[in-house]
């Protein structure tokens, strides 16, 4: 049996005619930069994860990148994350001569520990006035704790730019009621990459807000921070979303939260039948409904890498995320960091891999998953 990490076509299978008269609609109506499709994917967003706006731009990585420009991060800042989430998390930050600073993960959560987040500060309060923006990572589908991680930037005046790439629709029962990612902090980026949950067909992200002149900022600077055109009164860059990615992400979003739950059906079987011993599964921070499982991981006690190729040698597809974390990154060097200094994440590093958890995956796939999980181990 072939059990892929990700099977897109059995997804476009039930999409296929909708997405092609989508992207055929864009193409026949030769607009094909910005237009009315980016609008309206803009407005249902933002409507979706409960904020007053969205602004769509190029990718997840741009959605962060221009969140720090509209911040007006610089040279000598400092913007603080975690060191255990994709690249470009951290190389945003780097990418605007700014200082990456990494406080540790939660071990279960895998996302930021909001008591190393309050103690950086306790041990770092002369450094603290350069803090321009905190980043937590919503990693795998499941929100951080941002009830804490708020009241510690809310504490230092301090904006917080949620990493949302893999978390839309995952929601938070915070203290004000339950929110979705993206509608807590400051701003929220989202990724439109194809493997996530609501993916595109090609490059795209967004940027959540309620914030209506940071809005209009973001938009400025989506566009050489042209306003009016040729007129340029802060410097921006290209990071418009592609209408047809816009086109193609309106068919797929009235589908959305049903993908949800069907990746959240399968998380449940692998819960309750995958049951090998010292191998810890994902642990539910809140309640199972409100995680999307963008991933399915779990933590091995050994032979992490052995396990994978095993996996992958019998048709399994599996990943590894992320193998090395961002303070023992070759081009991190110079931040001063050493092995020790985060073991959570390094831990996780070491002994995570990701299992297949896409919505069409089968129960007899998942079984010939654990089947090969058993086999390995016993």
């Known amino acids: ?77 400092i913007v603080i994350t975690t060191p255990y989430s994709f690249f470009a998390t951290a190389g945003v930050i780097a990418r605007l001569n700014a200082k990456p600073v990494f406080v540790d993960i939660d071990p279960d959560t895998y996302n930021m520990c909001p008591k190393a987040l309050a103690e950086w500060f306790q041990k770092h309060s002369a450094e603290a006035k350069k803090v321009k923006a905190i980043i937590p990572v919503h990693l795998y589908g499941q929100c951080a704790d941002m009830d804490r991680i708020l009241n510690v930037a809310r504490a230092h005046g301090i904006p917080v730019i949620e990493d949302a790439a893999q978390a839309i629709g995952a929601q938070y029962p ?33 940027i959540t807000t309620n914030d209506e002149s940071l809005a209009k900022k973001l938009m400025r ?80 006690p050994e032979r992490r890498d052995e396990l994978k190729k095993f996996l992958t040698d019998n ?14 990154q070759e081009c991190f060097k110079y931040l001063g960091y050493k092995s020790g200094d985060f ?4 831990y996780s590093a070491r002994h995570t891999t990701a299992l297949p958890i896409y919505p069409e995956l089968t129960h007899e796939m998942q079984d010939f998953v654990i089947g090969k999980i058993e086999e390995f181990y016993a």
């Open 221 to 300: 600077l989506r566009n050489h921070g042209a306003e009016p055109k040729y007129y340029h009164s802060i410097i921006g860059g290209n990071f418009r979303l592609d209408p047809i990615q816009a086109a193609a992400l309106l068919v797929k979003l009235p589908h959305l939260d049903t993908w949800h739950t069907m990746r959240q059906s399968n998380s449940a079987y692998y819960d309750e039948q995958l049951n090998v011993a010292g191998i810890k599964k994902p642990i539910i921070a809140y309640e199972r409904k409100y995680h999307i499982y963008n991933q399915y991981v779990i933590s091995v």
């Open 1 to 77: 049996m072939k059990v892929p990490l990700l099977d897109l076509k059995a997804q476009l299978k039930t999409i296929d005619a909708d997405l092609k008269r989508a992207v055929n609609d864009v193409i026949d109506s030769t607009q094909y930069i910005m237009g009315p499709k980016v609008q309206e994917l803009e407005g249902k967003i933002a409507q979706y994860v409960g904020t007053q706006f969205a602004v769509g731009v190029s990718s997840g990585t741009d959605a962060l990148l221009v969140s720090l420009m509209a911040l007006n991060v610089a040279s000598a800042d």
């Open 315 to 328: 048709s399994i597809g599996c990943e590894i995320y992320y193998p090395v974390p961002f303070h023992e």
């Open 343 to 346: 073991p959570n994440s390094e």
């Open 174 to 206: 915070s203290g004000e009621g339950v929110k979705k990612a993206g509608a807590m902090g400051t701003v929220g980026c989202f990724s439109f990459f194809p493997s996530k949950n609501l993916g595109g067909i090609g490059d795209g992200g967004i």
